[in-house]
């Protein structure tokens, strides 16, 4: 009876809870930032030098809003996820391509560039946070493929 579960969304095993926590965990501290940085809060701000602020106070609105899109959307994308909802994979997928945007800028268009004011390892990190995106949308849509999340 290959079209009985058709339409029916599976139990959702463990690595779900796992991957949904952890990708929750890791874009809540994505949120803190950008709100930290959104704020101007002098306990956060503290640690980045006066370069990196004037760097960090010139983007264009619209690379702020790329970067509000990528940070929230990837939130909103492990809470779908936690919930089973299928819109995770779009969250995700916006939340990519946001970021995507905002690295594009932040490497090839902004002067100074990321990596010139604050160096290689902002290089490393951005790609990181890059891949740890791509990876969440593929295992969204991945999970939605399976029908884990409808």
């Known amino acids: 009876m290959p079209g009985a579960m058709q339409g029916r969304i599976m139990r959702a095993p463990l690595h779900l ?16 930032d950008y709100t930290f940085t959104q704020m101007n809060a002098a ?13 960090f106070h010139s ?15 990837s939130v909103l994308g492990s809470l779908l996820l936690l919930f089973r909802k299928g819109a ?3 969250a995700f997928a916006l939340s990519l391509a946001a970021m ?7 490497f090839f268009v902004m002067s100074p560039a990321l990596h010139e ?13 890059l891949v740890i995106g791509l990876c969440e949308w593929l295992y969204a849509r991945r999970m939605r493929q ?3 999340i409808g």
């Open 17 to 32: 809870w796992l991957i949904g926590g952890l990708t929750l965990f890791w874009n809540l501290v994505g949120a803190a």
């Open 43 to 55: 306990f956060y701000m503290a640690q980045f030098t006066p370069e990196q602020l004037a760097w």
């Open 59 to 73: 983007f264009p609105a619209w690379v702020e809003g790329a970067w509000a899109i990528a940070v929230w959307f």
């Open 88 to 90: 995770a994979v779009f």
């Open 100 to 106: 995507v945007v905002t690295g594009i800028y932040n």
């Open 117 to 129: 004011v604050s160096g290689e390892g902002a290089v490393a990190f951005s790609l990181a946070i």
């Open 146 to 148: 399976l029908q884990v």
